[in-house]
């Protein structure tokens, strides 16, 4: 759905309102939606899937005549990122599923992007065409070679104009550097180089050098049984090209300064809540482990995501995070049976909306969470296809914990955990969020006055 989504007012949260229909991808398995991501300027929003396909979608001008469609996306470009392969050397099938996309900053008429899968980190150009070329000399018509004996005149190649043709060519393909499943990339702030991590390993790249790359992160122990934490998520610094976070299935935060050593295996900080004795659990490891990591775009802070709650810490304070919003806590006393259909294990993102002053991210039951820092107030909204009309504002949702139930709230034991918000992208700028629901994109704006 694209659907207005309103800046916060006095007396309300967050309006929305509908603007256009559903963009459904379908509904088979690699028609997942497995990442979404704004580029640079937000007029582009790029989505992967399981079945290695990328989607890119452009924004509509804005027209007088159509003053509604401000903020429309439309499909620009759709392309086969990655296909499945398989490992002969450990007997290992390598799914074609996006984890990854990041946009590089514009340079020119051309766009890039980086997508991964588990294994191949691959550079994408995606260009537009409006003129062919004609009249080759050592070609006819049909592409074919010409018998040069037959060539007795010297033609002139001509640009004639064409259909808008939109191209996406893979221009660098980084392989055969990860032994472990990749769960990050991210572009340094220099644009020449960026990383990729996985379980136990970071890697820095030159977007020139395809063959090899350098370790920065090593936490493999030496003896695999002792191994105690995974790396879950990195990025870079937003400014500082030599700094950069990852985060662990500890909950722990390390901080790193690619200045002080070749091997980032000494942190410059550690940033780590001591855990609260009376809430220890048999699920406090598995709940504390975190999923996503965010720099603020001011790059003075970090958002970090775990199951239940999302944390946004301070550089200059290790010891504990500055804010903590409970995302579904609602959810503490169904932990049992969220380990026992997986559900415990699912890795939910955080985003920041262009002033950092709004945090987002996503539920079950196509529930996503919004957080005002400076008000303090939240609002959950639900991203569905049955209660969205056109251009009706969406109400916010509440649920119940108890045995009591108004009207208009939803019991915990009703939401459905197949139906999970894992993905979500904010505009750098405006007011617009792309959230991704299983096989469905919807994307909303602030309400149109």
Known sequence: FLAGFGSLMQDVLWCFSQVKGTIDT??????????????????????????????????????????????????????????????????????????????????????????????????????????????????????????????????????????????????????????????????????????????????????????????????????????????????????????????????????CDMRTAALC??????????????????????????????????????MTRDYLTVKVWDLNMENRPIETYQVHDYLRSKLCSLYENDCIFDKFECVWNGSDSVIMTGSYNNFFRMFDRNTKRDVTLEASRENSKPRAILKPRKVCVGGKRRKDEISVDSLDFSKKILHTAWHPSENIIAVAATNNLYIFQDKVN
Request: aromatic share 10%; glycine share 4%; hydrophobic share 30%.
């Open 26 to 255: 379908g509904a088979t398995e690699s028609d997942i939606i497995s990442t979404v991501e704004f580029n640079h300027t937000g007029e582009l929003l790029a989505t992967g899937d399981k079945g290695g396909r990328v989607v890119i979608f452009q924004r509509e001008q804005e027209s007088k005549n159509q003053p509604h469609r401000r903020g429309e996306y439309n499909v620009y470009s759709t392309f086969q990122s990655h296909e499945p392969e398989f490992d002969y050397l450990k007997s290992l099938e390598i799914e074609e599923k996006i984890n990854k996309i990041r946009w590089l900053p514009q340079q020119n008429a051309a766009y890039f992007l980086l997508s991964t899968n588990d294994k191949t980190v691959k550079l994408w150009k995606v260009s537009e065409r409006d003129k062919r070329p004609e009249g080759y000399n050592l070609k006819d018509e049909d592409g074919r070679l010409r018998d040069p004996s037959m060539i007795t005149v010297l033609r002139v190649p001509v640009l004639r104009p064409m259909d808008l043709m939109v191209e996406a060519t893979p221009r660098r393909v980084f392989a055969n550097a990860h032994t472990y499943h990749i769960n990050s990339i991210s572009v340094n702030s220099d644009y020449e180089t960026y990383m990729s991590a996985d379980d136990l390993r970071i890697n820095l790249w030159n977007f020139e050098i395809t063959n090899q790359s350098f370790n920065i992160v090593d936490i493999k122990p030496a003896n695999m049984e002792e191994l105690t934490e995974v790396i879950t998520a990195a990025e870079f610094h937003p400014h500082h090209c030599n700094t950069f976070v990852y985060s662990s299935s500890k909950g722990t935060i390390r901080l």
């Open 265 to 302: 295996d000494r942190h410059a900080k550690f940033f780590e809540e001591p855990e609260d004795p009376s809430n220890r659990s048999f699920f406090s490891e598995i709940i504390s482990s975190i999923s996503d990591v965010k720099f603020s775009h001011s790059g003075r802070y970090i």
